[in-house]
């Protein structure tokens, strides 16, 4: 009878690290599917004087039926252990839009913090990296940045190409003040969670205010993020913040667009 019990739970394992493979195999199968149907839309980031763009972010869209959202696609790509590959084909989608979009103007572009250390990504012939000087890349701090080998000389080689660095949600859960050291950004995105409501909160005005004027005394041109009322883009412009994005000055759209302005920096 104890030979006969532990067979059976023998045979549980067994069908259940199958039906696990199973899972992983077609998890890997969506994601592959997901990326063929990889697409960038373009959100504008306005200047807050003259509201006109000077650059757009990329942002990423995928048709598949299951794998419709971005964060769900870095999920799965994460579990999978595919998340080089979800970079890559971003980057090479990105850099095709721009392309073809024929005229100037900079792209932001978001990387997770694994891709730092994806070599495709400092290659001089990446696709993107024909781009290097118009686009500025987005890190958000996520898995630790410190705990990336050779995080400062990993940098210089992307500045050595071109690009620009930028910290993406600064103020959300992840993204802490430590990275303006660690990145020493070109530009930083004000999550917006700071953003909602800024105009009812008086805390959350000095707090913007105080970011914003960190940065320029390190240099780094600020962006709010998620704007969707005229009152926040007022007040935003009020306190300094440099550039604006989000639903009231642009809604994510397919297609680079040509003709536009150069970010300063
Ligand atoms: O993490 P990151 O800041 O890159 O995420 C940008 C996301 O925020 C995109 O998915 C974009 O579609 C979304 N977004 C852009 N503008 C707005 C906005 O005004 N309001 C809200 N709620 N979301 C926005
Ligand atoms: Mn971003």
């Known amino acids: 009878i104890r030979r006969r019990r532990r067979e059976a739970r023998v045979r549980d394992a067994l069908d259940r690290s199958s039906a696990e493979e199973a899972r992983r ?15 960038q839309a373009f959100q504008p980031i306005v200047d807050r004087r003259t509201l006109a763009p000077v650059a ?20 799965s790509a994460e579990r999978l252990l595919r998340l080089a590959d979800v970079g890559r084909t971003m980057r090479g989608a990105i850099a095709q ?6 005229g100037g103007g900079d792209v932001f572009v978001n990387l997770h913090p694994l ?20 686009v500025v890349l987005e890190v958000t701090e996520r898995a630790s940045l410190r705990e990336l080998p050779d995080l400062a000389g990993r940098l210089t080689r992307l500045r050595a190409l ?35 409501g800024v105009q009812h909160d008086a805390r959350r005005r000095r707090l913007v205010g105080a970011v914003v004027e960190l940065c320029r005394s390190l ?24 550039l604006l994005q989000g639903y009231l000055l642009g809604r994510p759209a397919r297609g680079f667009p040509a003709a536009m302005r150069r970010a300063a920096s």
């Open 25 to 39: 195999v077609e998890e890997g199968r969506a994601l592959e599917e997901a990326l063929a149907v990889v697409w």
């Open 56 to 75: 757009f972010e990329a942002l990423l869209r995928t048709s598949h039926a299951t794998l419709s959202s971005p964060v769900t696609v870095l999920e």
């Open 97 to 102: 839009a721009v392309g073809a979009g024929g």
């Open 115 to 134: 891709d730092l250390l994806d070599e495709d990504l400092y290659a001089p012939d990446a696709p993107l990296t024909r781009f290097a000087g118009r």
């Open 162 to 196: 071109g690009f620009r660095l930028a910290v993406d949600d600064l103020g959300a859960g992840y993204s802490g003040l430590a990275s303006l050291a660690e990145l020493q950004p070109e530009f930083v995105k004000l999550d917006m969670g700071l953003v909602r």
């Open 219 to 242: 240099g780094a041109i600020t962006v709010a993020e998620g704007v969707e009322t005229e009152e926040e883009r007022a007040v935003l412009s009020e306190l300094g913040c440099d």
